[in-house]
């Protein structure tokens, strides 16, 4: 899928997944809610580092290219190294690596421990990077191009502040969930997992498939592209994508907000 379409899954994901947790009895304050929306928003596109193409890649200049880069070759590397008899070869890493619940896992584990143990200015770089995504992704047409960025980065680095000082106040979220002393912001890696995983999940749709189970052999491959049957799946960009899903998506996300805030129905 393309980015528009993967951080409006990302956005809806963890609002539903707010909805749910409420009707369980454990409603998220509504800071919780809205950052894990924008952070969920942006960390599903994060898969996409591996393609010199893609929003992440650009999103930050000449230090995102950089990175892209690095992973790539990086994700081309381990695919050589590990892929079964039934593997096709290949010369690049996209939708490899990156395109797994392992990378996702730990992604979301990193960011973690970066949270808890970085301090304020982690947390608020954490915002930052997942805002700047999330912006580029929800309003990808508005913030096309070179001249927009610095009003990307502006907008990110403000909302960051704003979040970061909205969450720290007591009863709205830093330590949601995880409460033991020394254990606040620990949550922030979740919504980056779910970003990336259901990222994964759209990309599954697509005529590729998305080896999403990797290193999990399936048969004789080690790096099997999952998804629906051949006759379900659809082109990136296509009417199916654009007209069908992103819609459904914009649907799930507003009924779960309302389901995760508790208005009468």
Same mark, same amino acid.
């Given at each position: 899928?393309?980015?528009?379409?993967?951080?409006?899954?990302?956005?809806?994901?963890?609002l539903g997944l707010g909805a749910g947790v409420a009707a369980a009895g454990h409603t998220m304050p509504w800071p919780v809610l809205?950052?894990?929306?924008?952070?969920?928003?942006?960390?599903?596109?994060?898969?996409?580092?591996?393609?010199?193409?893609?929003?992440?890649?650009?999103?930050?200049?000449?230090?995102?290219?950089?990175?892209?880069?690095? %992973?790539?070759?990086?994700?081309?590397?381990?695919?050589?190294?590990?892929?079964?008899?039934?593997?096709? =070869?290949?010369?690049?890493?996209?939708? #490899?690596?990156?395109?797994?619940?392992?990378?996702?896992?730990?992604?979301?584990?990193?960011?973690?421990? $970066?949270?808890?143990?970085?301090?304020?200015?982690?947390?608020?770089?954490?915002?930052? %990077?997942? $805002?700047?995504?999330?912006? !580029?992704?929800?309003?990808?047409?508005?913030?096309?191009?070179?001249?927009?960025? %610095?009003?990307?980065?502006?907008?990110?680095?403000?909302?960051? *502040?704003?979040?970061?000082?909205?969450?720290?106040?007591?009863?709205?979220?830093?330590?949601?969930?995880? #409460?033991?002393?020394?254990?606040?912001?620990?949550?922030?890696?979740?919504?980056?997992?779910?970003?990336?995983?259901?990222?994964?999940?759209?990309?599954?749709?697509?005529?590729?498939?998305?080896?999403?189970?990797?290193?999990?052999?399936?048969?004789?491959? =080690?790096?099997?592209? @999952?998804?629906?049957? =051949?006759?379900?799946?659809?082109?990136?960009?296509? *009417?199916? !994508?654009?007209?069908?899903?992103?819609?459904?998506?914009?649907? %799930?996300?507003? @009924?779960?907000? @309302?389901?995760? @805030?508790?208005?009468?129905?």
């Amino acid at each position: 899928m393309m980015g528009p379409a993967h951080s409006l899954s990302g956005a809806a994901a963890w609002l539903g997944l707010g909805a749910g947790v409420a009707a369980a009895g454990h409603t998220m304050p509504w800071p919780v809610l809205l950052v894990g929306a924008l952070i969920c928003a942006g960390a599903a596109l994060a898969p996409d580092l591996d393609h010199k193409a893609a929003t992440i890649s650009t999103a930050f200049g000449p230090l995102s290219k950089a990175l892209c880069g690095i %992973v790539d070759a990086l994700s081309a590397a381990v695919y050589r190294a590990t892929r079964g008899p039934g593997d096709p =070869r290949r010369s690049g890493g996209h939708r #490899t690596l990156t395109h797994t619940w392992l990378w996702a896992v730990f992604l979301g584990a990193g960011f973690s421990v $970066l949270a808890i143990t970085g301090g304020r200015w982690a947390v608020l770089g954490i915002l930052f %990077v997942h $805002l700047v995504l999330a912006i !580029e992704g929800l309003l990808w047409r508005a913030a096309r191009g070179t001249s927009s960025d %610095v009003l990307v980065w502006l907008l990110a680095a403000a909302g960051s *502040w704003i979040l970061a000082d909205i969450l720290d106040r007591p009863g709205n979220g830093a330590d949601w969930l995880f #409460t033991s002393p020394g254990q606040e912001y620990l949550w922030l890696g979740l919504p980056i997992v779910l970003g990336a995983l259901v990222h994964d999940l759209g990309d599954a749709l697509t005529v590729s498939g998305c080896p999403v189970l990797w290193p999990i052999p399936v048969g004789r491959k =080690r790096w099997y592209p @999952v998804g629906p049957p =051949r006759m379900m799946r659809f082109r990136a960009g296509s *009417w199916v !994508e654009l007209k069908v899903l992103m819609p459904a998506f914009m649907v %799930v996300g507003a @009924v779960g907000a @309302v389901g995760a @805030v508790g208005l009468p129905g």
